[in-house]
């Protein structure tokens, strides 16, 4: 059974990085054909897809978010990892990570989401 566990910090300030940590367990984020996503949901709002990190370490961007979004990872851990830059109050939302797979490209897993509120 694969879980995957956000972590990071709840609150942070405007103009400062946020970052959360993913961790997997029950699987390697290495092996083919997994995807590694960020996702989070702002107060009322739907779901937004900010990014992910393939099974061979490729990246890929919301193009909006592209200039303030970084996602990496550690094999020898199992994490990967979100770094948003200069966050402003519009970047408060449950952040989610997850799991989709190739080809058919649907989400499985999904961490239980964690809180990050921007505010000074």
């Known amino acids: 059974q694969v879980q995957l566990q956000e972590s990071g910090p709840g609150l942070v300030k405007p103009s400062q990085t946020l970052s959360l940590t993913c961790t997997v367990s029950?699987?390697?984020?290495?092996?083919?054909?997994?995807?590694w996503n960020w996702i989070r949901q702002p107060p009322g709002k739907g779901l937004e897809w900010m990014g992910a990190?393939?099974?061979?370490?490729?990246?890929y961007y919301r193009p909006s978010l592209k200039s303030r979004t970084s996602i990496s990872r550690d094999t020898s851990k199992n994490q990967f990892t979100l770094q948003l830059s200069s966050v402003t109050p519009e970047d408060t939302a449950v952040y989610y990570c997850a799991r989709m797979t190739a080809p058919k490209l649907l989400y499985d897993y999904w961490g239980q989401g964690t809180q990050v509120t921007v505010s000074s």
């Open positions: 029950g699987g390697s984020i290495a092996t083919n054909y997994y995807y």
């Open positions: 990190i393939a099974y061979s370490g490729s990246t």
